[in-house]
């Protein structure tokens, strides 16, 4: 495995390639994933994509934003002129010959910036987790009238669906985010039961 999601990583290590030191708002010692979550640590997951990154590459990195996630890409939904959204490509220049993927990057993608969604992509991808692991194709419409008001039904077309997460990684990222909202979460106010 990549890593150990139970396994404390060390957090108080603020320095990273390319940028300038990265703090959270509380300084954590150690850290395991579902801390890390109910933290908010941009140092864990900074240094967790990282080690990801030089184990897979920056590519894999990417396509796993674009795939797993739809991060990019436009989603469907039945609105017109949606934005697909940016993630940046290594070895890819932006218009003025700049390089879309530098050093830094994997550190900024691990905490949402450098990278352009909506909120249709965010709430997909967050849908991931939600519904067991499946990739599902949005939409707006349940059910079309005709010109005489009868109702007609709108199949939803579940076999659309892709499975890109396990449901036990799913269970385990929801599991971890709950703690969000419980005693010592950065989201207390919001608590979910």
Same mark, same amino acid.
Request: glycine share 10%; hydrophobic share 40%.
């Given at each position: 495995?990549?890593?150990?999601?139970?396994?404390?990583?060390?957090?108080?290590?603020?320095? =990273?390639?390319?940028?300038?030191?990265?703090?959270?708002?509380?300084?954590?010692? *150690?850290?395991?994933?579902?801390? $890390?979550?109910?933290?908010?640590?941009?140092? *864990?997951?900074?240094?967790?994509?990282?080690?990801?990154?030089?184990?897979?590459?920056?590519? %894999?990195?990417?396509?796993?934003?674009?795939?797993?996630?739809?991060?990019?890409?436009?989603?469907?939904?039945?609105?017109?002129?949606?934005?697909? /959204?940016? #993630?940046?490509?290594?070895?890819?220049? *932006?218009?003025?010959?700049?390089?879309? %993927?530098?050093?830094? @990057?994997?550190?900024?993608?691990?905490?949402? !910036?450098?990278?352009?969604?909506?909120?249709?992509?965010?709430?997909?991808?967050?849908?991931?987790? $939600?519904?067991?692991? *499946?990739?599902?194709?949005?939409?707006?419409?349940?059910? #079309?009238? @005709?010109?005489?008001?009868?109702?007609?039904? =709108?199949?939803?077309?579940? $076999?659309?669906?892709?499975?890109?997460?396990?449901?036990?990684?799913?269970?385990?990222? #929801?599991?971890?985010?709950?703690? #969000?909202?419980?005693?010592? /979460?950065?989201?207390?106010?919001?608590?979910? !039961?």
């Amino acid at each position: 495995p990549l890593f150990y999601p139970e396994a404390p990583m060390r957090c108080d290590l603020h320095k =990273f390639p390319g940028r300038g030191p990265l703090y959270d708002g509380r300084t954590h010692k *150690y850290l395991n994933m579902e801390m $890390a979550l109910q933290k908010s640590s941009n140092v *864990y997951v900074a240094r967790l994509m990282l080690g990801v990154v030089d184990r897979l590459g920056a590519d %894999w990195y990417r396509d796993q934003l674009e795939n797993i996630f739809g991060f990019g890409v436009k989603s469907g939904v039945e609105l017109p002129y949606e934005n697909g /959204g940016f #993630v940046p490509k290594p070895g890819a220049l *932006y218009s003025a010959g700049q390089l879309q %993927w530098s050093l830094p @990057t994997p550190v900024s993608l691990s905490m949402g !910036y450098n990278l352009l969604v909506n909120s249709v992509q965010m709430a997909r991808a967050f849908s991931v987790f $939600a519904n067991g692991g *499946y990739l599902v194709s949005p939409t707006l419409v349940k059910k #079309v009238a @005709t010109q005489e008001g009868e109702e007609v039904d =709108f199949p939803l077309n579940h $076999a659309e669906r892709a499975r890109v997460l396990s449901p036990a990684i799913c269970s385990q990222i #929801v599991k971890a985010m709950r703690f #969000v909202t419980k005693k010592g /979460g950065i989201g207390m106010q919001g608590d979910v !039961y």
